[in-house]
């Protein structure tokens, strides 16, 4: 069981980092400077020339996209 968790966890990571290549720029950046900086979301804000609101709506749409994007890519592992 750990053995399949463990390669499910890796295969979602590939696919997180595949899709996450696959964002804008600009949307890159903003996950970048939340998530691995830890900035401050005002931080965030400020730097991508956005209300704070803004970038908390950006966030969430992108873990969405992202979601979306890793559950796609492992339909079509299982179904290859």
Known sequence: RRRYL???FDSRLRHLDDCVKRLPQRQQSILSDFYFEQRAIEDVARRAEKSVDAVY???QR??????????????????A
Do not use: G, V, W
């Open 6 to 8: 463990q390669s499910e």
């Open 57 to 59: 709506k950006a966030i």
């Open 62 to 79: 992108m873990r969405k996209a992202l979601r979306t994007c890793i559950e796609m890519k492992q339909q079509q592992e299982a179904t």
